[in-house]
């Protein structure tokens, strides 16, 4: 916070090389910002932008300003995957299908992915489209499985197992209620 005031007085007094370095030293924090807080990012790399553009440095301003937009685009698209979760606790399944094709997959990390392929999963489910259901939970388990969120993996086999008896592939629906059953028990396991 401070070296971001201590820049913004330099800019405002036209000590615009000074607020460069003074902006410069935050970018040792880059990665932390980008993990902790994505605006306090893009708020470094707005800056960057304004400074280097004033000191004649128009390469790294440009590359500072196209780090911000990727940023914004990033943000964007988490946010999108966040209404999908709230027009599922709607029960607007069709709605959450349709909001998913404006979401640019490719700004989404792993995590919100698989969030994502979990809601749109849920939804054709519960419109009982039972293979496109497969084929979006069948990638977001293989997400969760390689982590900790032993509750949303229980949810996903019972469902991939309910699907699966709907398709009548009853050797696939046991298998996965076997490996919902066996989650909980580890869950259970764990929490004793």
Do not use: P, W
């Given at each position: 916070?401070?070296?971001?005031?201590?820049?913004n007085e330099?800019?405002?007094?036209?000590k615009?090389e000074?607020?460069?370095d003074s902006?410069e030293?935050?970018?040792?924090?880059?990665?932390?910002?980008m993990?902790?807080?994505?605006?306090?990012?893009?708020?470094?790399?707005?800056?960057?932008?304004?400074?280097?553009?004033?000191?004649?440095?128009?390469?790294?301003?440009?590359?500072?300003?196209?780090?911000?937009?990727?940023?914004?685009?990033?943000?964007m698209?988490?946010?999108e995957?966040?209404n999908?979760y709230?027009?599922?606790?709607?029960s607007?399944?069709?709605?959450?299908?349709?909001?998913?094709?404006?979401v640019?997959?490719?700004?989404?990390?792993?995590y919100?992915?698989a969030k994502?392929n979990?809601?749109l999963?849920?939804?054709?489910?519960?419109?009982k489209h039972?293979k496109?259901?497969?084929?979006?939970?069948?990638?977001a388990?293989d997400?969760?499985?390689?982590?900790?969120?032993?509750?949303?993996?229980?949810?996903?086999?019972?469902?991939l197992?309910?699907c699966y008896?709907?398709l009548?592939?009853?050797?696939?629906?046991?298998e996965?209620?076997q490996?919902?059953?066996?989650?909980?028990q580890?869950?259970?396991?764990?929490?004793s």
């Amino acid at each position: 916070n401070t070296l971001f005031k201590h820049s913004n007085e330099l800019m405002k007094n036209n000590k615009f090389e000074e607020a460069k370095d003074s902006l410069e030293e935050l970018l040792v924090y880059e990665n932390e910002f980008m993990l902790d807080n994505e605006l306090t990012a893009y708020e470094l790399y707005s800056k960057l932008v304004d400074a280097y553009s004033m000191c004649q440095e128009h390469e790294k301003a440009t590359s500072y300003n196209q780090k911000a937009k990727k940023l914004i685009k990033k943000m964007m698209a988490t946010k999108e995957v966040q209404n999908l979760y709230l027009l599922m606790t709607e029960s607007d399944y069709r709605g959450a299908i349709t909001a998913a094709k404006r979401v640019d997959g490719k700004m989404l990390d792993e995590y919100n992915m698989a969030k994502m392929n979990m809601v749109l999963g849920n939804a054709h489910f519960n419109l009982k489209h039972y293979k496109t259901a497969v084929d979006y939970l069948s990638q977001a388990i293989d997400y969760y499985e390689e982590k900790t969120y032993n509750s949303l993996t229980v949810m996903m086999y019972e469902e991939l197992s309910k699907c699966y008896s709907h398709l009548e592939e009853h050797e696939l629906a046991v298998e996965y209620i076997q490996k919902s059953l066996r989650s909980q028990q580890k869950r259970h396991e764990v929490n004793s």
